[in-house]
């Protein structure tokens, strides 16, 4: 990462009228900037003009002035903002580098009244502050658009299904037709050619009135014939249609009735022993945290008697002077410092590893409660689940009970139709035989059948084309199977991502907070602070009418004592040099977690007089890794320390 920060190009800042500035020009080289001088003379208000530019509003215009201006010219491009006094307020304009300046505020702009140092001096819950950048409100409504996306796309691969079915007894209808098809064909042929002959022999004989009738009639016929066999083709395809839609209503209805009833008074119970299980996981989280206490006190005290702490009491002298001497000459022996009894050290002892078991027993009793938590929150999952399930399925239901109607009202009109043709032809049936009756001529019975044969071969060939036309817009829709089982996965891996995208964020947080705190102490060498750390832990709110918990961030620190005892100190009792760099690493692990690198390429550093100067090196050292430019305010004497050799690369400005 160190290597793409030093590929990006120098960045040129010029002010007027800003802060306490009259007017300067400064060039930032990408590292460390460190801006020297003492107080007053306007290296704060030049922080304040880079972050103006960057986007931020807390910029302020000189106090003698009417109007201002910063402009930063960064890659090729420039970047303004204006102020302008107006009455007593001040407007800000231009064309900053950012449209939002909430991270840069958050985490970049790191001067002395910066909202997360502040959140730490004053021990607030840091939470809030990390959290903030994470739209939840957004993220809900994107799970919930998912959601209903997914149940559209189970729709229709179900349909999708229905159409499989039915493409394979449209191909079983192709191939009888196309048996059929052949077959008449020859048929066909064999006609013509004996009419052919036939008309050979009696070229000379004119069309009697008789065979025009018949031609008439024949023609009516084959009219009246091709109407009722449209009207049939429609009847098939609707029926096909509702037994399929009877068949697939069947089936919902089963998997609907074979679907466990959900039971929303289990779903209600399970929110109330998990919320209940949480509670007591919380009061659990506390009684542990007090008994460590209690063992690493009685710990220290005991390490505390046996460095020469009778000695201290011995020498106290006074009324306590009996007391002593009895403490000093009793091997083994000593004076309670909770009950002011003298009692064998092994007692002691043996209460402290009672403390101890008991602490593991609570850890314990604490884990457990967590992975029933797990289990009954995947309970409640799956309850909803099954709820959102039965939801489609009866939509489903519903629309195939609408779809139902429709399709039944077709066949019941189609089949008032049918009978009405079917008399038609009967009646010109019997007109033809009637004809047929009056001529017996051999060339009008192969003409007729000729006729027949050829309406036959050209009604199956028009079905086989339906036939045909129905499977080619089953296969296109069917050619989308594959995108929407794809979209499916990849809806089903987005909500999974989304609906545990803001625990990943949490735990991401801690866990980089932990990493970089554990990395700067060990860099800056705190000798009496072991250990600071975040732990995300559910607290109690009291509210009306029951309890609620919340997600916390709490700050733990561990020091170790002379003797070499470890234990848990009070966050309140952190020093200020030490709740300035707790501040500074809880902006870093922000910083890195939201990705500010990647839109904010400035870091500026402010208010360091409670950090000495060689902690102070080794600090900017360690945070110039991550950003492009780390500008950073110093002190002379804070300067003189970054005079080492080993002090990182940097360039000084002395005068603004």
Partial sequence: MTQDLRATASATLAVENVGGIDETTVEFSPGVTALVGPNATNRTSLLQAVAGALGSDRVTLKGDAEEGQVTLLLDGETYTRRLTRQGDTVTTGGDPYLDDPALLDLYAVLLEDNEVRRAVRRGENLRELIMRPVDTEAIQAEISTLVDRRQEVHAELDRLDALAEERREFEADRRRLESELEELEAQLAEKREARA???????????????????????????????????????????????????????????????????????????????????????????????????????????????????????????????????????????????????????????????????????????????????????????????????????????LETELERREENVAELTERREEYQERVEELERRVEELQAAQQDELLTLQQEVSELTYDRDRTADRLADVESSIEDIEADLETREELEAERESISAELTELRTRIERIETQAVERFNTHMEAVLDELGYDNVERIWIESVERQVSTTPRQVSEQTFELHVVRRSSSGTTYEDRVDHLSESERELVGLVVALAGYLVHDVQESVPFMLLDSLEMIDGDRLVRLVDYLRTHVPFLVVVLLPDHARAFDDESAPEHRRLTDI
């Avoid at 009246?224 to 037994?243: F, G, I, M, Q």
């Avoid at 659990?284 to 201290?312: H, I, K, M, P, W």
């Avoid at 009491?313 to 007391?323: F, K, Q, S, Y």
């Fill in 197 to 399: 002959e036939l008309e050979a022999d009696e070229s000379d004989r004119s069309e009697s009135d008789v065979e025009a009738q018949l031609d008439a009639r024949l023609a009516s016929l084959r009219d009246a014939e091709t109407e009722l066999e449209r009207v049939e083709r429609e009847l098939e395809v609707e029926r096909k249609s509702l037994a399929s839609l009877r068949e697939e209503r069947s089936d919902l209805t089963e998997r609907h009735e074979s679907l466990e009833d959900p039971d929303d008074e289990r779903l209600a119970v399970l929110g109330e022993r998990i919320e209940n299980l949480r509670e007591r996981k919380t009061t659990l989280e506390s009684t542990v945290s007090e008994l460590r206490q209690v063992v690493q006190f009685n710990q220290e005290r005991l390490a505390e008697t046996g460095d020469g702490v009778l000695d201290g009491l011995e020498v106290a002298g006074g009324e306590d002077d009996e007391v002593t001497d009895q403490l000093v000459a009793e091997t083994g022996s000593t004076t309670c410092w909770t009950c002011g009894s003298v009692v064998e050290r092994s007692r002691i002892d043996t209460m402290v590893g009672r403390l101890r078991d008991l602490l593991q027993e609570r850890n314990a009793e604490r884990r457990e409660l967590a992975d029933r938590i797990a289990d009954l929150v995947s309970e409640r999952d799956e309850l909803r689940d099954r709820l959102e399930e039965r939801d489609r399925l009866e939509t489903q239901l519903a629309e």
